[in-house]
């Protein structure tokens, strides 16, 4: 080497360590291929008012960071996605080179077509072709280091210079989402900032690190955000899902927090534990792509592993889901520190090295994607390429779904199927599958031969045999049974049986047949969205009643019969004139999709008249309290109170467990307890409300709190684990008794439609199993509502041992306690508020209790 060559190289290498000095961040952080950052591009404290690292950042000033970025760099432009339930913007950088900007809706064509057309992409050619990537940081909002990185990370890439730099503006396209989950974040950030003085205290017991319920983690709802990939049920997850589909991204990076005392995580995870939906090559090239990562990961002196703890199962998540829709999802998770500083098993946790590993991963993934593009594009190209192959090869080629008995919640599964890109058709003739008979104009059919196939069959399909026993969250969520559809299986070529692709669904359905009522209105009882009906109906002042007999009129010269559950709604003796109530019940009409026959007598051909004071019975509207707080499960209270809330427009009370004691329960008539320990809740006083005639409705887990307080009168089915795990080598006990939890199973159980829980619900119902507390039946006739099949297993794993102790016990049980009611769920009829099947269930429970 000449001498000034070696010169240009060591003042290369200088300004390189300069560079890495500039970066504005309070610990040193190695950056090879950077000359310099611009002057222009303001850093980061410059509008956070702190150094990143030095304190948590609120979401409006990661927000202002990002905008200010986009206002000032030709290589961001800034997209607002989304609105969380509390109003804050959801955004996402557009990063890349200024060259790339220009052409920016060329590139995403391109990208488009390669899921689109695959046979059509010259596979020569994706050499030359930029790369997409998602990475999304904070869908866990306590989970912070995550948008501290993400803000120095635009940072770098806006102001940065050098060949590091240029490459990957060059040749990708970032997709930067800096925070998930504003709202949980929100929390937790105030909760830390307002709990740390002028220095900062590693004690893990300080009050800094231990947040209140329910804690930062969850979203408005308290649910976990990072289990709404495929359901989408909220704004921020559905808002994300559009990203995805718009662009397509070959790799997207998912980034978390996990316990304190743990190291730095990064897939491949648990081998044994992936979607067999997801192809070996995807698993090839995560660990590929992880090699990047460990010499990122060792240049700092940071521990670091792979292979275990995490799994790649679930597709709810934010890397499985790519996995299963052309992508390479990539976990990454960093000890937490909470706090700004935080004593851990390993010695004190700083925040600023938290965030300093999660940008050292974050700009490893895209070296990475830099170096690997050819053969990423490639895979994204080959996944869809194959689709016809595999659909040729799997034994069913359609799902058939019918649109009776409940004509909503088939159309709210193919909505949900068509915000993931899945066609849906009309069925077209008639079919029988199984001894199921569905008929032209009332089935859809999904055929598996469509881009998407990986999806439908993940998504769709039932599953009873795993390579393992130990499941990181559940181990099925098969859509037609949470829906609690009729449905089937298609074998054959669907082609003859495919009629007309669907448009994007519009719920419908709703009629009143007969005009305006001369004597009365009668609603069935079974359409999803019959309580939102029954409630507006109720707060507008009418008097509602309910059939507890069949009865059968004559109408329109046609005998019309009417099963119980039946809404009768007379046309006199209400609050609002005939026109306006007539005008009301074509309002519930239209907006809930209800059916509802004026009539115009009271004379029955058979059963009660409907002046009926036995059979026809008065409906008092609920006042519902749901019981929060310490000593209840976040993530099992928040579907209900959203379910209530968004999706039946029916106030709820949120009354802590705690407060009980002393709150007027005289306010409410109904109170739920979704599952917990209830510590904190004063059973005498619990007691004394439901014997002076209270209603009280308990799921899940929390059964097991009203039978230890004789709340509930039922008995336990015991189980003793110790001859299972009595001659194992130690090493096994903990996969043993992992083996025997119930992470998530769906099971049938049979159904007394007779009874008033169970009026308008199917006689069999899919129900969603996530504790291994089971139940005798009842012994006192008329309480069991529900029990489960003999062999109850329609879908996911269950230890044999579990699955005896299943069958033949209760799933719900109803029951009377002095003057009051008790409805008992063994399940929670709305988990996650994807399970919609047995929502009737719980509805019934709010607005038929008196009936029993």
Known sequence: MTKSALLVFVLFLVVTQLSAQELPFGMDFPLDGVTRYRDEIPKPESVLGHRVGDRHTQPHQIEAYFRAIARVSDRVQLVDYARSYQGQPLIYAIVTSPANHRRLERIRQQNLRISEMPDRVNVDRLVDQTAVVYQGYGVHGDESSGPEAALLLLYHLAAGEGPAVDQVLDHVVLLLDPMLNPDGHQRFVTWVNQNRGALPVADPQNREHRQPWPGGRFNHYWFDANRDWFTVLHPEGQGRLEILNHWRPQVVGDFHEMGSDAHYFFQPGVPTRVNPNIPARNQQLTADIAQFHARALDRLGTLYYT???????????????????????????????????????????????????????????????????????????????????????????????????????????????????????????????????????????????????????????????????????????????????????????????????????????????????????????????????????????????????????????????????????????????????????????????????????????????????????????????????????????????????????????????????????NQYNTLILAG?????????????????????????????????????????????????????????????????????????????????????????????????????PSTSPGTNVGRYLDRPLLSGYMADEQLERASGSAAVVAQRHGQGRIAIFLDHPNFRSFWYGPNGLLMNAVFFSPLF
């Open 676 to 776: 917990g320990s209830y510590s904190g809740l004063h059973a005498e006083t619990l007691d004394a409300w439901v014997r002076a005639g209270g209603r009280l409705i308990a799921l899940g887990n929390s059964v097991d709190w009203l039978v230890q307080h004789e709340l509930a009168v039922l008995e336990s089915k015991p189980f003793d684990e110790t001859p299972l795990l009595q001659d194992l080598p130690y090493e096994q006990l903990r996969d043993a008794r992992a083996a025997q939890r119930i992470g998530g199973a769906i099971l049938a159980a049979r159904l007394d439609v007779t009874h008033p829980i169970a009026y308008g619900v199917p006689a069999t119902l899919p129900l969603f199993r996530r504790h291994t507390s089971f139940y005798e």
């Open 307 to 665: 292979g275990e703890t995490f799994d790649d199962f679930f597709p709810g998540k934010g890397s499985t889901y790519p996995d299963v829709t052309g992508a390479v999802g990539i976990l990454f998770e960093q000890a937490s520190s909470r706090g700004l500083r935080r004593q851990t098993a390993n010695g004190e946790l700083t925040y600023a090295h938290t965030v300093r590993n999660q940008l050292a991963t974050s700009l490893s993934l895209l070296k990475a994607v830099v170096e690997m593009r050819p053969s990423l594009l490639q895979y994204q190209r080959d996944f869809f390429a194959e689709r016809s192959v595999l659909a040729a090869q799997y034994p069913v080629k359609a799902h058939v779904i019918a649109l009776h008995p409940d004509r909503t919640r088939a159309q709210l599964l193919v909505e949900l199927l068509q915000k993931h890109r899945i066609h849906v058709h009309e069925l077209k003739g008639e079919l029988e599958i199984d001894g199921q008979t569905f008929r032209e104009g009332g089935a859809y059919v999904v055929p598996l031969d469509q881009p998407q196939f990986r999806l439908i069959k993940t998504l769709m399909e039932r599953t009873l045999e795993y390579e393992d026993s130990v499941f990181y969250d559940v181990s099925t969520w098969t859509l037609p049974l949470a829906y609690g559809l009729r449905h089937g299986e298609l074998s054959q070529d669907p082609t003859p049986y495919l009629g007309s692709r669907l448009d994007p669904i519009e719920l419908d359905g709703g009629r009143v047949v007969g005009g305006a009522a001369e004597h009365a209105y009668v609603m069935a009882w079974g359409r999803y969205f019959a309580p939102r009906a029954l409630h507006k109906l109720q707060a507008a002042g009418i008097r509602t009643r309910a059939t507890t007999r069949p009865i059968t009129v004559q109408h329109q010269g046609r005998s019309r019969t009417f099963p119980r559950g039946s809404i009768v709604i007379a046309a006199a003796q209400q609050p609002l004139p005939p026109d306006e109530l007539h005008a009301l019940v074509q309002q519930v009409v239209q907006e809930d999709h209800v059916t509802v026959w004026a009539l115009d007598t009271g004379l029955t051909k058979e059963g009660p008249d409907l002046g009926s004071h036995a059979s026809i019975r008065v409906l008092d509207p609920p006042r519902l309290a749901l019981i929060t707080g310490d000593g209840t499960t976040a993530t099992e209270a928040g579907p209900i109170w959203h379910l209530f809330d968004q999706r039946f427009g029916i106030p709820v009370s949120l009354l802590d467990a705690s407060q009980v004691r002393r709150a007027d329960l």
